[in-house]
């Protein structure tokens, strides 16, 4: 497994969405294939707070030559009250996997329709990998959730995959998806996707890219964002590059809903020895009334995976 890191800024914009932004990046030898996940973003409305319709975060390759990949960044953040009327703007932190042979990676969409009365909603497939995998995980290439029909404060927003092992070479995929303000009862239609890439490595002449997945906890909080928190992963054997990748995230009001003026979900991996890692998670949620004066909460789940 080959890791490369990087991001993609989109600048204040309007009248037009979503976004789309290239970038070309290499690596040291070829590639098999190569897989861009999320390891986290920051986007705002940029000149005031707005209730939210969707949000739509995305991420794409394509091979240029044997070594060099492009990478394609889509965003877009909007209400309902015009044609994308409203100025925004953000950052789309990246990994991207370049797998060896004893590598595999499978992409697929869980596509949640739309619906009310209940949240979150769950959805399930099966990933089937077409040797014996020894280490696998789940993260996201992207999402989109929105509000179906209109546009409404946000309360909470849950996008979270999880990978269970039925068997030697499968692979169960499990999403789960919540969008909702505070009126009622999950009472407002919404639909979305959750966009997803499952990781797996082989054992091959003593080699294996070792995954481990966390999850990191934000208790209710006001007064300062975006908030860090961190916690050590310890693999079994010494361990190259390694990154960190978003398999889900939770955010959400406290205790009431508002106008979202900027979002804030980040996760990073740093080595402190050959088999320690640092896990930093960084989480923030705020509307435009106050200097981070609404509490918030929320939960960053991960997987590191290592060269």
């Known amino acids: 497994m080959m ?3 990087g991001s993609v800024g989109f600048p204040s914009f309007r009248d037009a969405g979503p976004q789309v932004v290239e970038q070309a990046l290499n690596f040291p030898r070829p590639p098999q294939e190569v897989t861009a996940l999320l390891s986290g973003f920051d986007v705002q409305f ?21 070594q060099s990949v492009e990478v394609t960044g889509q965003f877009g953040l909007r209400d309902l009250s015009g044609n994308w009327d409203d100025r925004y703007a ?17 992409g697929g969409t869980l596509n949640f329709p739309a619906a009310s009365g209940s949240g979150p909603r769950t959805l399930n497939e099966s990933v089937r990998f077409s040797n014996n995998i020894d280490s696998n995980a789940v ?7 929105r509000f179906s029909t209109s546009d409404h404060h946000l309360l909470q927003l849950e996008a979270d995959l999880e990978g269970q092992s039925p068997g030697p070479n499968q692979l169960q995929v499990s999403g789960t998806y919540g969008l909702r303000d505070s009126s009622g009862n999950w009472d407002d239609q919404y639909d979305g996707l959750l966009r997803y890439a499952a990781v797996g490595s082989a054992r091959t002449d003593n080699q294996l890219a070792e995954i481990r997945t966390g999850r990191i906890e934000f208790a209710p909080q ?30 959400g009001f406290d205790e009431n809903d508002h106008h979202i003026h900027r979002v804030i979900v980040e996760v990073e ?7 320690d890692v640092e896990v930093v998670a960084r989480l923030g949620l705020r509307d435009n ?7 918030y909460r929320g939960s960053v789940r991960f997987a590191v995976i290592s060269e």
């Not at 993260?139 to 959730?145: E, H, I, R, S, V």
């Not at 009334?289 to 509490?295: E, R, T, Y």
């Open 46 to 66: 940029v000149d005031d707070d707005h209730h939210l319709h969707s949000i739509d975060i995305d991420l794409r390759t394509r091979n240029l030559s044997s």
């Open 289 to 295: 009334s106050g200097q981070w004066d609404d509490a």
């Open 222 to 251: 006001s007064g300062s964002g975006p908030r860090e928190q961190t916690t050590s992963i310890s693999f079994a054997n010494p361990i190259g590059n390694c990154a960190a990748v978003l398999t889900g995230f939770l955010i």
């Open 3 to 5: 890791i490369q890191q």
């Open 269 to 275: 991996a740093r080595k402190l020895s050959n088999t």
């Open 90 to 106: 953000g950052i789309v932190r990246y990994t991207l996997l370049g797998t060896d042979r004893q590598d595999q990676s499978l």
């Open 139 to 145: 993260g996201l290439t992207g999402f989109m959730a």
